[in-house]
């Protein structure tokens, strides 16, 4: 079992800046990827970045050149830096890790609330 706990949401205005956190803990070393996913209201939920243990990184085609996904040494605690925010990146945002091999996240972080204003 992988728990995680995200943090660093908020409000913030059109071309702000946030960065959320998400801590794991638990049977850390079955991890071989990690992720931030986001769903708006209505929506379905979607991935917008994910690093696996090899250092491997995807981004949305949204985010992509807004968003940074990285993680400390230990690879205990992935981070999502998001700069130039846009109405539309506001969702709830939720950290998820997948294990061995498996192609769907096995775990998934409470969420955390990004709202962006214009």
């Known amino acids: 079992q992988v728990q995680l706990v995200e943090s660093g949401g908020g409000l913030v205005q059109t071309g702000g800046s946030l960065r959320l956190s998400c801590a794991a803990s638990?049977?850390?070393?079955?991890?071989?990827?990690t992720g931030w996913y986001r769903q708006a209201p209505g929506k379905q939920r979607e991935l917008v970045a994910r690093?696996?243990?090899?250092?491997?990184?995807n981004y949305a085609d949204s985010v992509k050149g807004r968003f940074t996904i990285s993680r400390d040494n230990a690879k205990t605690t992935i981070y999502l830096q998001m700069n130039s925010l846009k109405a539309e990146d506001t969702a709830v945002y939720y950290c998820?890790?997948?294990?061995?091999?498996?192609?769907?996240?096995?775990?998934w972080g409470q969420g955390t609330q990004v709202t962006v204003s214009s």
């Open positions: 690093i696996t243990s090899g250092g491997t990184i």
């Open positions: 998820a890790v997948w294990l061995y091999s498996e192609v769907v996240p096995r775990s």
């Open positions: 638990g049977s850390i070393f079955s991890i071989t990827a």
